[in-house]
């Protein structure tokens, strides 16, 4: 059950991680004037549509970590300890802290996000989105780091 729940996650971690990466490039690399390249195209993708599936992929992702995260600390991190792995261990310990910083970001991210834009905020709004990029790339790699080290249900 564990190893579906963390097939469960990593797909909505991979759903997250582009929902936040198409939304963090078209707000701090916008789009210049010809939109006919793949890299323009991407750049000038409508950064408030994906405001509610950031938030709402955020929380899903969080919440499945939470029921994984017992396995975790039963199966996994005593290995961790036990072999040294102090390096694997203390990324996936601050990716929890930083999992934790984002959950209570997103009420700040949803508001400066909120219809109509306020022109004033823009910096506000990019300064949490890249927050928010941030710590869903770190956490995806950390989490796919300690998975290779030590696989649940293995």
């Not at 004037?33 to 994906?50: E, H, L, N, W």
């Not at 102090?86 to 999992?99: C, M």
């Not at 823009?122 to 790339?137: E, G, K, Y």
Request: proline content about 3%; charged content about 10%; glycine content about 8%.
């Amino acid at each position: 059950m564990t190893t579906f729940l963390l097939i469960i996650h990593g797909l909505l971690a991979v759903t997250l991680l582009g929902a936040v990466t198409h939304q963090a490039i078209g707000v701090l690399w916008p789009a210049g004037k010809a939109a006919d390249s793949f890299i323009a195209r991407m750049r000038a993708v409508s950064a408030p549509a994906y405001v509610n599936a950031v938030v709402v992929l955020y929380v899903a992702t969080a919440i499945l970590g939470g029921i994984i995260y017992a396995e975790y600390r039963i199966a996994v991190r005593v290995v961790l300890e036990q072999l040294q792995f102090w390096k694997t261990h203390g990324a996936f310990e601050l990716k929890e802290h930083f999992v934790a910083i984002g959950l209570g970001m997103l009420p700040a991210y949803w508001y400066y996000w909120r219809q109509p834009l306020a022109t004033n905020l823009s910096r506000a709004r990019a300064v949490i989105t890249a927050a928010l990029a941030f710590i869903v790339w770190w956490s995806f790699f950390v989490g796919h780091i300690v998975n290779n080290t030590r696989g649940l249900g293995s």
